[in-house]
């Protein structure tokens, strides 16, 4: 593993992100990075904690459970973003602090009934299909609002917010209007003024976009490659 490429791709993140917060005049602490490490092994996901990152993003329940064991003990935020399975749910509430990828109705009322069962509460966010590929997970963004105000009504689960994946495409100038989708559905949901209904957070943009979402109201983006480019190769 290369650690000064390590380091390098991690400050040029950080600085196209603080560049994008800049043009949209937020400030840089308004967003937040997970490092996304589905593809890197525990040790390179340490060596990433020891230069400052404090929120990881895993897609799979088990691969989450292997690094989260041997990664133990150390103060960072753990995030689903993956298609969670309902018999994985129990698991993932030992993992994560934040399940970014709750994309139905079903899924919604098992967190509710393990977080219930458990005698807490889970935050999570909601998953919009906002491209309205075929090939993503998500509700369907004409529906989402209606199944958000069904949800809504669930014990212990905790709405903080969406989240999308946009189309791979290259340039990243055309998925701008899914994440402009996405902030539009959230100030809608925002003003039904729902009980225990918070939009604080838009989980959007990774590598190929992460500066647009942040011009449109990122909160979380979730950067994988662009952190390890070089680095394991
Ligand atoms: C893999 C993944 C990412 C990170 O993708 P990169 O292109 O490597 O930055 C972000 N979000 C989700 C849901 C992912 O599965």
């Not at 809504?152 to 791979?168: D, K, S």
């Not at 003024?193 to 979380?220: K, N, P, R, W, Y």
Request: proline share 3%; hydrophobic share 45%.
């Amino acid at each position: 593993m290369d650690i000064r490429t390590l380091e390098a791709n991690l400050r040029d993140v950080r600085r196209r992100m603080a560049d994008a917060c800049e043009r949209a005049d937020r400030t840089a602490d308004e967003v937040r990075l997970v490092a996304v490490t589905k593809t890197v092994d525990p040790v390179v996901a340490r060596a990433l904690i020891d230069l400052g990152v404090r929120d990881i993003g895993e897609n799979r329940v088990q691969e989450a459970q292997r690094k989260h064991e041997e990664l133990s003990g150390l103060d960072i935020a753990w995030h689903m973003i993956g298609h969670l399975q309902r018999n994985k749910v129990k698991y993932a509430f030992r993992i994560f602090e934040l399940i970014h990828s709750v994309d139905s109705p079903r899924l919604a009322r098992a967190i509710s009934k393990r977080a219930e069962f458990e005698g807490r509460e889970m935050p999570v966010l909601v998953q919009v299909n906002t491209s309205g590929e075929d090939s993503k997970y998500g509700l369907p963004a004409e529906s989402a609002v209606e199944a958000i105000r069904v949800m809504a009504e669930l014990p212990n689960l905790r709405i903080r917010g969406l989240m999308t994946m946009a189309p791979f495409v290259d340039d990243p100038e055309t998925v701008r209007p899914v994440f402009v989708r996405l902030r539009e559905l959230a100030d809608e949901v925002a003003g039904l003024g729902l009980e225990g209904v918070e939009m604080a957070h838009l989980s959007m943009g990774m590598t190929q976009d992460f500066e647009v979402a942040i011009e449109e109201g990122a909160t979380i983006v979730r950067v994988g490659s662009a952190l390890f480019r070089g680095v394991t190769d």
